[in-house]
């Protein structure tokens, strides 16, 4: 019997040993795992209703097992609570409130329900890997890291990690590239997240920044920070483009990323399936960085447009397929690579678009100041664009146009304030007309054009106002460009960008909350005033109704 009981004690540690070294885990959980293993067997044979544990000595394999019992003067549940009488024998000097031990002698190792040990030590362990996979991989975000293609399951890629499993889901491949179970490869960690069945490790080898880590494994300049990739931009399988600087000047960034013969930016092309990779200088002008970033078209001008947030592109005629490429690829990828909208036009389309602009601008001029062509021509040349500019600018500013003087100045600065009077008349009387609610016009920023909008498309009091987001006031809508793949592409940018309705006024997003959140301010005053007893009987309701 004294080997049996050896020879278990040696096979328990033996087991906690080998699970804590398969498994890369603390020896500790296996141990805990096997007590509670243990604990549980030993309630199936002297009853589940006792509170039993169960200590596995680390050094020896000695196993204690014992009951914990309440000491109490009258008993009521026989398998938790002794009286005085019997504490005495177990613990001498034990009084009523004590909790002490009952030892209990060691089950029968052979007995054990071997199912229910393995479920309850195999959960431990399992638990513990799951936690010790995640701590190991959490901070490895943006990392490259290499395993083997295990599987291939619905199009996502399984791929064995060595202590985990990472998933490159469908959209995360290089299209057209096939893998096969076996095969290595390297992808980039996008995000790791816990989930009950384990971490989710999710690769990406789609990701601009899987490109931008390849460079660094293969440029030491870049991994050494001589070299910053400022940005970064892909259609993945097809093209892409990088902008790069050097924080020295005698290095030059293209260069160096090129590599002699080519050889740096090859070794970055074959990982990716053969991806064009087009590396431009990065520059702190915007124009230039565009008209680098459009290579290897050529750009006559670029028009930026601030308040929009969009860049005018104008290119010579013979340049245009060239500057917006393939189901436009080329201006697409600049763009992102700018992080701004570019429309692309020929120097014929921005001539027309120009003259069209001089001639409406023209005529507002001539209706709106009372004045002849040649005089509305020479505002408009001068960059004056709108009525409000004309009325406000400083006079000299108009009194320095060549034919003008300071006299012509301050009649046309009366006639365009008179002017915006009028406009100011007209859709105030067209607001009421709607039905506008007079207390929007006490609304800081809006303008009585503003609140005539708001009328046509159905807001007419605060509260209409106030239920509105802010994205849905002042959203601006983005306008279909000729570079577009395909219809369906512009009918889902067309849904996804709706604009807000007061979108043609240009608002900033602190302009549309300080409009939102005043419109909201009468709720919160009705608030402060209604009398006690109706906060009381509204209260008295909700309670009701939540019952």
Not at 76 to 100: N, R, T, W
Not at 204 to 229: N, T
Not at 245 to 265: E, F, L, Q, T, Y
Not at 316 to 345: E, F, H, Y
């Amino acid at each position: 019997m004294a080997n049996t009981i050896a020879a278990n004690k040696a096979e328990l540690l033996a087991i906690a040993n080998a699970v804590a070294a398969e498994k890369m885990i603390d020896k500790a959980i296996v141990i805990e795992a096997l007590e509670e293993a243990i604990q549980r067997a030993a309630r199936a044979r002297y009853g589940a209703e006792n509170d039993i544990r169960a200590k596995l000595d680390t050094q020896t394999g000695d196993l204690r097992l014992w009951r914990v019992v309440e000491v109490v003067e009258n008993v009521e549940d026989y398998f938790k609570q002794v009286d005085l009488k019997q504490a005495d024998k177990l613990q001498k000097g034990a009084v009523v409130g004590d909790f002490i031990v009952d030892p209990l002698p060691a089950v029968d190792l052979g007995r054990i329900d071997a199912q229910s040990a393995k479920q309850v030590i195999f959960q431990k362990v399992r638990d513990a890997e799951r936690e010790r996979q995640f701590e190991e991989f959490k901070d490895r975000t943006g990392e490259i890291i290499t395993g083997v293609v295990k599987s291939v399951e619905f199009g996502h890629v399984v791929v064995d990690l060595g202590r985990a499993e990472g998933v490159i889901r469908r959209d995360q491949q290089i299209p057209r590239e096939v893998v096969r179970g076996g095969d290595r490869v390297r992808a980039l960690i996008m995000k790791v997240q816990r989930e009950n069945r384990g971490p989710q490790i999710l690769l990406s080898r789609a990701h601009p920044d899987f490109m931008k880590k390849l460079f660094a494994q293969e440029v030491p300049e870049i991994y050494d920070g001589v070299i910053e990739i400022k940005a970064a931009a892909r259609d993945p399988g097809s093209r892409a483009k990088i902008g790069v600087i050097s924080h020295d000047s005698s290095i030059d960034p293209v260069g160096a990323c090129v590599g002699m013969k080519g050889s740096r930016v090859q070794a970055v092309v074959q990982e990716m399936q053969g991806e064009k990779i087009d590396i431009i200088p990065w520059s702190e002008d915007t124009a230039t960085f565009i008209v680098n970033a459009l290579q290897p078209a050529t750009v006559s001008r670029v028009v930026i447009d601030e308040e929009e947030g969009r860049i005018e592109v104008v290119v010579p005629d013979d340049q245009l397929s060239l500057a917006i490429g393939r189901r436009g690829q080329n201006v697409r990828l600049a763009s992102q690579l700018t992080g701004r909208g570019i429309d692309i036009m020929t120097e014929a389309e921005s001539s027309e678009k120009r003259q069209k602009e001089f001639v409406e601008r023209s005529e507002m001029f001539q209706q709106e100041l009372d004045v002849d062509e040649t005089l509305a021509q020479l505002l408009v040349a001068e960059g004056f664009s709108e009525l409000e500019e004309v009325a406000y600018v400083d006079p000299s500013e108009i009194a320095a146009i060549e034919g003008f003087d300071e006299g012509l100045a301050e009649e046309l600065q009366s006639r365009a304030q008179e002017a915006l009077d009028r406009r100011e008349e007209a859709n105030r009387n067209e607001r009421r007309e709607l039905g506008v609610d007079d207390a929007l016009a006490e609304l800081p920023i809006l303008t009585e054009a503003m609140l005539v909008v708001l009328g046509k498309a159905g807001i007419k009091t605060l509260d209409d106002l106030a239920d509105l987001a802010t994205d849905e006031l002042i959203q601006k809508a983005r306008e279909p460009r000729r570079n577009e793949r395909s219809d369906r592409e512009m009918r889902r940018n067309r849904t996804e960008d709706k604009a807000g309705v007061l979108a043609v006024f240009g608002l900033s997003e602190e302009q549309g909350n300080e409009i939102i959140m005043a419109a909201r301010a009468h709720w919160f005053d009705d608030e402060d005033s209604a009398p006690a007893s109706d906060i009381i009987e509204e209260d008295a309701v909700a309670a009701d109704d939540s019952q």
